[in-house]
């Protein structure tokens, strides 16, 4: 028996005098599922996953590893798994690294179960983690960084489809954690109660003899490498043997709870095999409330990551000592002093613990932790071992409420866990700092509750939205939006409509050694909720500051966390937050150390429900260069969420370019906490820990002209790595490519179905939506005294004069007005309806506002002042104030007019004269010092109706963005208007009066001469039907903005319609009648020729139904609006539909038939080639004639009798019929390739488990109309890798030697090409490549708009790898189907081949200038070599042979003078000599490389596995970094371009 079977028997036996505990539940497993982060393995009998990149190196037994996959069949492997065949029914060892919790031969198809799996560093995983292996490992230093955890949920094993019985009912659950830090990893297998059903699977094999093989639990290093390349067993280990020891492994386990099994797995400097923990414990009846975890820890605190989910770019995390104090004791769970007081630790750790049985459900003891702990970070640092474990009783409801504070003294040794579900979050360190009131250095706006101080909605209800219902509870009152709105209930904003944001910028940033005062400039910010989209605009910034801000885009992004497209189970920050919030951020750049603090300070929503939000900035930033452009890389940050508070730490990069430095790169550390208001008494479903921000496009800009700050980010918010992983397979509404408008809703139906639904207050078609005048139509909820006010998207209600809103927060009653004592000490207050009025008491006289005695004498006649303030009376306020527009004058005791007035609601002062009438020059605006109205009169004039016109029109947005076509008049020096006057968008230019009135028949267009407005005017006609029509249309708002997209008439001299009409937005023309009525058939499209207006009218025919549906299509409103979106059909001259139809203003074009009906499937959004509508209606796939390849296939299954054997062949073929390129038998991987008619490509037959790499030989279909295949290379490129994807050349910049994806571009497009070998002239700067589909080899010059070039185009099949010889001015390639090897020069002439003998299969070639060498790799499946000889083809010899399976690839290393290949079947890059020697392995876990080239210590090769691009560095033997492309499809050829030659160019 081995050594780990007779341990395994050991620890059942001695465990039987170990303490009694119960087994662990479902909910004790370690969170799992998509709303945890998980990623979800796709169903099937032998899946695995897609490579899992780990953050940080994981050593298993003592090897490095940087990757896993997660596999169908129970187990988690360090390598690419082969096919199941291999391993699942064999025992330990396995020859691949494998973690095994239950290997076994499970099936998930047909939804029988999921398997869930992830790579985390979330807190109260890595803290669990380290308290079992301390309680496991009392003496382990451990504190992990990382874990990964896989879960199989209600699997099934595999089951014949010919046997007879019913798929059996019985489903397996469990779990393996492996956690790991620098130096050693630890496994945890998790089996929960009632979670093991079967135990054992049939193998596949079994020939209908009823045998069943255990489940294999354990661990398998894998083969081991010795002597460079033999291999040899690793060592392994067995946690079962039996059936009866796989049914035990949830009754009993190592850990002292049984189920748990604990494994030291690996250590970094010295590992012999797996150590069990050895803590034994038995099954026992499982008492009322279940069980948890114990409550002992030594768990020490966590350094904090930025992210949740890694790749290959995110290697290294800098550690940075952190300015936050820590505080004692394990932040997620408490413990009871041993042997001491327990009634601290039974007590509510705050008001918001419950302390009743109505306020606890569960029966269980109380898990404690500290409500008002918030996350930052802090070192790591390790808690010590208590004595002895520490064991608290399930009380019962009644006990808690009835004992209180009282000391328990009745307590039985137990071990208690708490549900997951109840766990305290925690931070991403797994540490807490106290935010008390005392010692915080924000304000958390957190508020806590409690049962005596209840508030209800009877009382507070006007702290909820308008758009909001209150709902009480237990504890108090939570306010909800309304269906149809969103947010935190205390503010509420209609779904889907844009968001607007404005505020002000403050405080002291220095740059470099500058100090700069902002002094409240504007912010301005816009949000397309629909797609994420938030713009941001900060105007008026300093030049110096302007520059040094552009990397700091975190001051936008607090927008999008608020308003962030929301992926499936996320919400954005506005649903937490509201209105009101306060963010704290701090960004640290490197190198310089640099700090800068933000406070954003969310102020509430104002009258037009838009955001309020004031920044300070305060801190440095590093001096960027003026003019320096800076690039950021899509990038994503994890929130993690608590109580009132979330809070995030990233590390960012970004590029600055500059004329004077070149191109740098720079980083910078964000830390940010934003805190709000959470209503915690309706009990809800505890929110996702942890959410992810992902931001897809980041673009900074600042306009030194405009001195504007901008910032554009498109932000997308869902769960921790729930992304799809195939980015055709999202669905519009995620993806945010949706056709919806911007006041829409997408909502996402099955597949990539949509549906557009305009948002809440907006009416129209999901496409085009339009606001709903709630006011106008009825539709407010304003009550009685109330006054109605329209927004976009909703409405808000008013109090009217001498009301104000209730104690309801909706109801407007009236307000008493002499509460306030507004009138004089001699005066009565008499309060009315809406109003007052102030009457002097008897004895006095005046206005009851000012009362004097009368002395005797009879009351003088009322003032000309008091006669008009008393006129006015009635309209009065709050507090005596005017109504807003209402000016009171203001008398004093004699009845004159005060010499100062001012206006109470708008704050505005001036000086009037003894009849009230205001002085020129003395209006002063609110907050500046009034002027002296006793001087004499030296003050400025009042503006001119000129200048106030001219200062009315708006040409900036609120956002900070130009406003192109509004017109400001031009003034003179005297404020008059100037005699001419030019609209300086569309030029043209017109006379006017003294009143800015256009003196008709002085309008020119632009390029015309102008009219000489001194000349006198001549005798005024009266308006013509086309001046009025044209004065009628509104091109400028009431707000001052211009209109885009109205129509607006042409008049000619005498003020008639110019016979030829041209809309200056979309560019149609057409001729018009005398009545400004278009002609039928005279409107043509943009771009072409106007008709001849001033042709004889033909005979005028009857209106078509185009032209009727284009007429009666409204453009323009009754008021002279244009009605933005509107979509008019475009009809052809003789009215007829044009088969193709553009909607104006979304940019979607789509064909329709002659009734102007869409036709399905053509619609195209803006920007994408539109489909060629007079080709026939595509047939539906399904009414597509078979093609050989599926007539073929229904035969043979037929001849099959329906149900073909796994072994048995049956051809496979594209979704166009076409066969696929790659053919095997069955589900066996015995498998060669077929040209296009399905005959097979001999040579090519595979045994093993890697399938020959078979190149297609028919193109994609082609989609019309193409573009024209022009070049367009990359700006400022020293070093691009040029790569083939089928039917295009792109272009991947290297900086150093990282990928620049942000860079990347297409080169060529080449519709119906296959492109697959690729070469670059350094000399003369062209790139060569080789195309599969039309059998030719082309070139193109890499210069922009050059145009490829066919060198030869005969006597080619299958033309593969091509190389250039750059000195010689020759080209070579292999052609695979004739299998020969050719050459010639580079403009195709002097054509030979070299080798036509003793060639299966050649694919790569590569030259050698500097040696005259040229070699190439052939994967004949039966001997495949890499072979030499000199480029006239002398001395043909194999350089390598052995240990050779799939040379894909082939490149030369110039600095070791070596040549190295990457091989598909053995899955290694490998290096030798020219003459044999030196051979080593530069690494040995790739997954299926295709083509590679050498670079400055790194290798960079085209992968089929990932479909992209990925580094390996010589020197660490590393993968460095990967780029894939955003259309998923097969990379071919590599090559790499420069501006000069390298050493040793091939």
Request: a negative charge; glycine letters at 8%.
């Amino acid at each position: 028996m081995e050594r780990g079977e007779m341990l395994a028997l050991c620890l059942l036996c001695w465990s039987c005098s170990v303490c009694v505990v119960t087994a662990i539940q479902r909910a004790d497993m370690f969170p799992y599922g998509t709303l945890s982060g998980d990623l979800i393995l796709a169903e099937g009998d032998d899946e695995t996953s897609r490579v899992l990149p780990l953050p940080k190196t994981l050593y298993f037994y003592s090897s490095p590893f940087t990757q896993l996959y997660v596999a169908t069949n129970g187990i988690i492997s360090a390598q690419d798994l082969p096919m199941e065949k291999q391993y699942v029914d064999d025992g330990f060892p396995t020859d691949f690294p494998v973690v095994a919790p239950f290997l076994a031969d499970i099936d998930t198809s047909g939804g029988r179960g999921q398997i869930y799996y992830r790579v985390t560093e979330t807190p109260s995983v890595l803290n669990r983690v380290a308290q079992e292996v301390h309680r496991g490992f009392p003496d382990a230093k451990f504190t992990p960084t990382y874990a990964v955890v896989a879960t199989w949920e209600n699997v099934a094993a595999y089951e014949e489809e010919t046997r007879t019985t019913a798929p059996s009912s019985k489903l397996n659950t469990f779990q393996a954690v492996i956690g790991y830090d620098e130096t050693d990893s630890y496994v945890l297998f998790l089996y929960p109660e009632g979670g093991l059903n079967f135990f054992g699977t049939r193998p596949k094999e079994s020939y209908n003899v009823e045998i069943e093989l255990p489940a294999r639990v354990g661990f398998s290093r894998g083969e081991v490498t010795y002597l460079i390349f033999s291999r040899t067993e690793g060592p392994h280990y067995s946690v079962t043997s039996n059936e009866q020891s796989v049914k035990n492994l949830y009754q009993v386990g190592n850990t002292g709870i049984p189920g748990i099994w604990l494994f030291h797995t690996g250590n970094h400097y010295s590992f012999d095999n797996i150590v069990p923990a050895s803590i034994g414990g038995l099954l026992a009846t499982s008492p009322p409330g279940g069980h948890g975890l114990p409550l002992d820890t030594t768990t020490p605190d966590f350094e904090e990551y930025p992210d949740n989910t890694f790749d290959l770019n995110n290697k290294e995390e800098e550690e940075e000592e952190d300015d936050y104090p820590l505080t004692d004791g394990d932040p997620e769970f408490q413990t009871a002093p041993a042997g001491g007081d327990h009634s601290k630790s039974l007590q509510p750790a705050s008001p918001d613990a419950a302390s009743s049985p109505s306020e606890r459900s569960d029966p269980g003891p109380q898990v404690l932790h500290r409500s008002k702990d918030v996350p930052l970070n802090s070192e790591p640092r390790y808690g010590s071992e208590p004595e002895e474990r520490q064991y608290a009783p399930p009380n019962p409801p009644e006990a808690v409420a009835e004992q209180g504070a009282q000391q328990i003294q009745e307590q039985q040794p137990q071990d208690v866990y708490p549900h997951h579900s109840k766990e305290p979050r925690l931070s991403p360190g797994g540490h807490v700092v106290s935010v008390d009131e005392e010692d915080v250095d924000f304000d958390t706006g957190v508020i806590r509750y409690t049962t005596e101080n209840k508030e209800t909605c009877a009382s507070f209800q006007q702290q909820c939205s308008q758009h909001a219902f209150c709902s009480d509870y237990a504890t108090g009152f939570c306010c909800h939006c309304r269906p149809g709105f969103y947010g935190n209930g205390r503010h509420c904003l209609p779904d889907g409509a844009p968001q607007r944001v404005s505020g002000k910028v403050s405080g002291t940033v220095t740059v470099g050694s500058t100090p700069v005062q902002l002094n409240n400039i504007d912010l301005h910010a816009y949000i397309v909720v629909g797609d994420g989209r938030a713009y941001t605009a900060i105007s008026e910034v300093p030049e110096p500051v302007g520059w040094a801000l552009m990397p700091v885009a975190p001051i936008g992004e607090l927008f999008g966390w608020l308003f962030a497209l929301e992926l499936p189970n996320s919400q954005a920050g506005f649903k937490n937050a509201g209105a009101e919030f306060t963010r704290h951020a701090e960004v640290i750049f490197y190198p310089g150390n640099q700090r800068l603090s933000i406070i954003q300070t969310g102020r509430g929503l104002d009258d037009h429900n838009h955001l309020t939000v004031d920044t300070v900035l305060s801190g440095s930033v590093p001096f960027l260069p003026p003019g320096a452009e800076v690039t950021m890389d899509p990038f994503k940050d994890t929130y993690q969420y608590y109580p009132s508070v979330a809070t995030s730490t990233s590390v960012r990069e970004f590029l600055v370019v500059s004329a004077e430095r070149g191109s740098e790169s720079f980083s910078f550390q964000l830390k940010q906490n934003i805190t709000y208001r959470d209503c915690q008494h309706d009990n809800r479903p505890a929110a996702l820990e942890t959410l992810q921000i992902a931001m897809e496009r980041v673009f900074v800009m600042y306009v030194k002209e405009e001195r504007i700050l901008r910032y554009a980010i498109t932000n997308k918010i869902g769960p921790v790595g729930v992304e799809p992983t195939e980015p055709e397979l999202v669905n519009p509404c995620y993806a945010g490519n949706h056709d919806c408008d911007t006041t829409a809703q997408c909502v996402p139906l099955e597949g990539q179905a949509f549906q557009c639904q305009c948002a809440t207050g907006y009416r129209g078609d999901g496409r085009n939506c339009y606001d709903i005048d709630e006011c106008a139509e009825g539709l407010s909820s304003c009550g009685a005294h109330a006054q109605c006010v329209n927004l976009p998207g909703s409405h808000r209600c008013q109090c009217q004069s001498g009301f104000e809103f209730g104690y309801d927060g909706r109801t407007c009653v009236d307000m008493d007005e002499c509460s306030s004592s507004p009138c004089h000490s001699n005066a009565r207050c008499i309060n009315g309806l809406g109003s007052f009025q102030c009457q002097c008491q008897p004895g006095f006289y005046g206005d009851g506002f000012h009362c004097s005695q009368q002395e005797g004498q009879t009351a003088r006649p009322m003032s000309l002042c008091e006669l008009h303030r008393d006129s006015l009376q009635s309209g009065v306020e709050v507090k005596g104030l005017p109504i807003l527009g209402a000016f009171i004058p203001q008398c004093d005791s004699d009845g004159r007019y005060r010499p100062l007035q001012c206006h109470g609601s708008t704050g505005h002062c001036w000086c009037v004269d003894s009849q009230g009438q205001e002085r020129p020059g003395t209006r002063t605006p609110p907050g500046t010092a009034p002027k002296d109205c006793d001087r004499a009169d030296d003050l400025l004039r009042p503006k001119t109706l000129c200048e106030q016109q001219r200062d009315s029109v708006q040409t900036i947005s609120p956002e900070g963005y130009p406003l192109f076509g509004a017109f400001a008049p031009q003034c003179d020096a005297n404020g008059q208007y100037t005699p001419q006057q030019c609209h300086s968008s569309t030029g043209h230019c017109w006379c006017v009066d003294s009143n800015g009135e256009e003196i008709y028949g002085t309008r020119t267009a632009a390029g015309e001469t102008p009219r000489d407005c001194g000349k006198p005017d001549e005798p005024e006609r009266l308006k013509t039907q086309c001046e009025h029509h044209r004065d009628s249309v509104q091109t400028t708002s009431p707000e001052g903005y211009p209109i885009v997209g109205a129509y607006v008439p042409q008049c000619d001299a005498n003020g008639q319609y110019r016979s030829l009409q041209c809309h200056g937005s979309t560019g149609h023309c057409w001729c018009v009648d005398s009545q400004g009525q278009e002609r039928a058939g005279t409107r043509t499209p943009p771009g072409t020729a106007p008709k001849d207006c001033d042709r004889p009218d033909e005979p005028e025919r009857p209106k078509t139904h185009c032209e009727y549906h284009r007429d009666r299509g409204q453009s323009t409103s009754p008021e002279g609006y244009p009605i933005v979106g509107a979509y008019v059909p475009q009809c052809d001259a003789n009215g007829q539909y044009l088969p193709r139809q553009c909607h104006g203003s979304t940019g979607h074009c789509w064909c329709v038939d002659s009734q102007g009906q869409e036709r399905a499937g053509t619609r195209t959004p803006p920007g994408a080639p539109s489909v060629d509508c007079d080709r026939p209606v595509p047939v539906a796939p399904t009414q597509r004639p078979e093609s050989v390849c599926e007539r073929w296939r229904a035969s043979l299954i037929e001849h099959y009798g329906g149900k073909p054997d796994p072994q048995q062949y049956v051809p496979q073929c594209e979704p166009d019929g076409q066969f696929s390129p790659v053919q095997c038998y069955g589900e066996t991987t015995y498998c060669w390739c077929v040209d296009q008619d399905g005959r097979e490509v001999p040579g090519t037959r595979s045994h093993d488990v890697v399938k020959p790499a078979c190149l297609p030989s028919v193109a994609p279909p082609i989609v019309r109309p193409l573009p024209r295949p022009s070049v367009t290379p990359p700006p400022n490129t020293d070093i691009t890798l040029l790569y083939a994807q089928g039917q295009k050349i792109g272009v991947l910049p290297l900086n150093g030697t990282r990928l620049d994806a942000s860079r990347s571009k297409t080169l060529l497009t080449l519709h119906g090409s296959i492109v697959v070998g690729i070469a670059y002239d350094c000399k003369e700067n062209q790139v060569y490549w080789t195309d599969l589909s039309a059998r030719t080899i082309n070139r193109a010059s890499m210069a922009p708009g050059a145009e490829p070039k066919i060198l030869i185009n005969t006597n080619l099949v299958s033309p593969e790898g091509l190389a250039v010889d750059v000195d010689r001015r020759l080209m070579f390639w292999v052609d695979s189907n004739p299998d020969v090897i050719e050459r010639s020069n580079l403009d195709g002439s002097e054509r030979q081949t070299l080798f036509d003998t003793d060639l299966v299969n050649p694919r790569a070639i590569i030259v050698v200038s500097s040696t005259g060498t040229l070699y190439w790799t052939d994967w004949n499946r039966e001997a495949p070599k890499i072979e030499s000889s000199s480029v006239d083809g002398q001395n043909r010899r194999v350089v390598v042979s052995d240990g050779v399976g799939l040379p894909n690839a082939l490149t030369y290393d110039s600095s070791s003078g070596q040549i190295c290949w990457a091989d598909a079947g053995t899955k290694r890059l490998e290096c030798i000599s020219p003459d044999g020697s030196g051979r080593r392995v530069i690494h040995s876990s790739l997954n299926y490389p295709f083509s590679m080239v050498y670079y400055r210590n790194h290798f960079y090769y085209t992968d089929w596995r990932r479909d992209g691009v990925i580094a390996v560095s010589k020197d660490s033997s590393q993968f460095t970094d990967e780029y894939l492309p955003d259309q998923r499809s097969h990379l071919y050829g590599i090559a790499i371009a420069t501006t000069h030659c390298l050493s040793g160019s091939h």
